[in-house]
């Protein structure tokens, strides 16, 4: 399966039903280390409510990895699960 990888900055995450999001953060007592949080989330519709709600399962919490790591694993992760997108939040490393 093809796994096509959004940046924050695109709009057609609105469309996706079930995706990962991978984000990234310099640590903040060590500003070499970046820290990756990949979480996989899935729309639900409940009949009872008016709307949408999202379940968020957390793979990977404020672990230190590199932006491409992060992205390999999580791009891996949805090709096994059959996750069409992988929604990309990562933070430029402080100067």
Not at 29 to 42: C, K, M, P, S, Y
Not at 66 to 83: M, V
């Amino acid at each position: 399966m093809e796994v096509r990888v959004v940046s924050q900055e695109s709009t057609e995450l609105g469309a996706a039903a079930d995706f990962v999001r991978v984000s990234t953060c310099s640590d903040p007592n060590d500003d070499t280390v970046t820290l990756a949080t990949i979480q996989r989330v899935v729309e639900k519709k409940d009949a009872k409510k008016i709307g949408h709600r999202w379940h968020v399962k957390t793979l990977i919490m404020e672990q230190p990895m590199s932006p491409d790591e992060a992205l390999g694993f999580a791009t891996r992760y949805a090709a096994r699960k059959n996750i069409p997108v992988v929604f990309t939040e990562f933070q430029s490393p402080r100067e």
